[in-house]
């Protein structure tokens, strides 16, 4: 049977790959430690399970979901409560906001909702890989922006050529930033929303990370002036209250994005079972003192990683935000090499930086969603089998 060509673009999933070498792995016996995904191994919050189950035993939420593509107001509603008290950001939920199944479907709706065929698209380098096959989805190509250390990953807007920018008609940024633990800066997203409006790009923010922040306030795009008026904010309940499993997540913003993307969503999907929006509804309104927690236990398993990366050899400051820390590799190895010594030597999984993009090169990424006695035992494996490394 032929298969579409737009698929050949499409490289297979980084984490497909690195799940399918972990599970042949497991086949032989090996007892792999997966620092690659960022999947939090803690369960969800009682209160959402607890709204769960009792949504679920209701028939009327056996049907289709209320308002489907748009997600049922009372939902919107509790967004748009959750925007307010931890952003100080209004939003009207009827037409500011919409439900999504996860982030991930927002960032490939976006595209089908705002790229025309033969766009070009501006992505951030190091990025997320689900953006640049979202847009080749729509049709559109993908235009590389660097994000580099020395800027504090945040990218040079003034150094995106002017034809390019004016050509660009759509922009994916991701702060708290997977996969750099980088944030961004009020001063930050003022130039972004500038840059915006001046060139007629529609930007893509994509937050799922926004609560999880080491030392320096949540931070929403939708809080910059204008942001509303040059594009939309994609959050998640998914990292905020472990819950990636639940696919829900929302879009918020511009109010032509957002009618846009619910036409993609009314002709594609049918919108987020009404029980698990319940379940949402709690996790938005009850669980802040949840995600704190969660903060305190990165922050503990953070210190256990760096712990031992200094014992190895590394000077390395970690992010302000996310669960991730993206390390640079010792003199001599690149990502894929330096992964590939952690698997052999210690069967620990990490996430090779080139993955994420040509800047990514010369880094990996670790994830600090497993337990912390696996994460000590990963750390335990790696002291024990690996010597001191050189760095420039
Ligand atoms: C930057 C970024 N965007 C989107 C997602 C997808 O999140 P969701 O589970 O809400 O679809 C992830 C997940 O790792 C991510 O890191």
């Not at 501006?122 to 580099?148: C, H, N, Q, R």
Request: glycine share 8%; charged share 25%; with cysteine.
């Amino acid at each position: 049977m032929h298969t579409a060509e737009r698929l050949k673009k499409i490289p297979p999933y980084l984490f497909v790959t690195l799940r399918n070498k972990i599970n042949e792995a497991r086949r032989q016996g090996v007892d792999v430690i997966d620092l690659g995904v960022g999947d939090p191994v803690n369960p969800t919050p009682d209160a959402v399970i607890d709204a769960l189950a009792e949504s679920a035993r209701d028939p009327q939420n056996h049907r289709y979901p209320t308002d489907e593509e748009w997600g049922m107001l009372s939902f919107r509603e509790a967004v748009a409560r959750w925007y307010k008290r931890r952003h100080d950001v209004d939003l009207d939920p009827k037409g500011e906001i919409i439900a999504l199944i996860g982030s991930k479907e927002g960032c490939h709706h976006f595209a089908l909702g705002v790229v025309n065929p033969g766009d070009l698209v501006l992505v951030t380098d190091p990025g997320y890989p689900g953006y640049k096959p979202s847009i080749w989805f729509a049709g559109g190509e993908p235009y590389p922006v660097p994000m580099k250390p020395e800027n504090a990953y945040l990218p040079n807007l003034a150094e995106i050529p002017s034809d390019i920018a004016r050509k660009a008609s759509a922009f994916y940024l991701n702060y708290p930033n997977n996969p750099t633990g980088a944030v961004a800066t009020p001063t930050f997203l003022s130039e972004l929303v500038e840059f915006a409006k001046s060139n007629g790009i529609a930007i893509c923010y994509d937050n799922p990370y926004s609560e999880l922040v080491f030392g320096v306030e949540p931070l929403s795009f939708l809080k910059a002036e204008g942001a509303k008026e040059v594009g939309v904010e994609l959050n998640s309940l998914s990292k905020t209250f472990n819950m990636t499993g639940w696919r829900i997540g929302m879009a918020s913003g511009n109010r032509d994005i957002i009618g846009a993307i619910a036409k993609v969503k009314s002709n594609t999907d049918s919108g987020v079972f009404n029980a698990i929006q319940y379940a949402g509804i709690a996790a938005l309104d009850t669980c802040d003192g949840f995600t704190a927690k969660m903060l305190e236990i990165y922050g503990r398993r953070r210190e256990t990683v760096l712990a031992t990366l200094r014992e190895l050899g590394w000077t390395y400051d970690p992010p302000k935000g996310t669960f991730y820390l993206w390390i640079p590799v010792p003199n001599g190895y690149n990502s894929a090499e330096f992964c590939a010594l952690l698997f052999e030597k210690c069967a620990v999984v990490a996430a090779p930086g080139a993955a994420y993009g040509q800047n990514g090169e010369g880094f990996v990424r670790f994830s600090l969603t497993i337990t912390e006695d696996r994460l000590e035992e990963a750390m335990r494996r790696m002291r024990t089998n690996l010597q001191r490394f050189a760095f420039d």
